[in-house]
Nanobody, 122 residues
Framework: VQLQASGGGSVQAGGSLRLSCAAS????????MSWHRQGPGEEREKVAV???????WYEQSVKDRFTISRDYAKNTIWLQMDNLKPEDSAIYYC?????????????????WGQGTQVTVSS
């Protein structure tokens, strides 16, 4: 299973960016898909989550500015980031909780995409 993230870049404060993350490989289904970020000298934090049922969760500081969405058929998620602030600057990572196995046994693994840099200047 591979996750391919893209869409990072540099914008001025107040601008927008849209990140995408596509999962590929052999698996039964994907449960949660998430976006995380890690700023310089900071720990990685979860930013947004979308479940297989379409339920979403956002970290408080990005609520009302970021929107996570998902195409279940394409195993792809997006993170629409609006009204970006300098403190949103970080490397953004996507992750997926993937169910693998067969009819006899299922098991879950977490996979991560490579990071994509987001830089917001004031």
């Amino acid at each position: 299973v591979q996750l391919q993230a893209s869409g990072g870049g540099s914008v001025q404060a107040g601008g927008s960016l849209r990140l995408s993350c596509a999962a590929s490989g052999s698996f039964l289904r994907i449960e949660f898909m998430s976006w995380h970020r890690q700023g310089p000298g900071e720990e990685r934090e979860k930013v947004a989550v979308i479940t297989s049922a379409g339920v979403t969760w956002y970290e408080q500081s990005v609520k009302d500015r970021f929107t996570i969405s998902r195409d279940y058929a394409k195993n792809t998620i997006w993170l629409q980031m609006d009204n970006l602030k300098p403190e949103d600057s970080a490397i953004y990572y996507c992750s997926a909780e993937v169910v693998e196995g067969d009819d006899l046994e299922e098991y879950e693994n977490d996979y991560w995409g490579q990071g994509t840099q987001v830089t917001v200047s004031s």
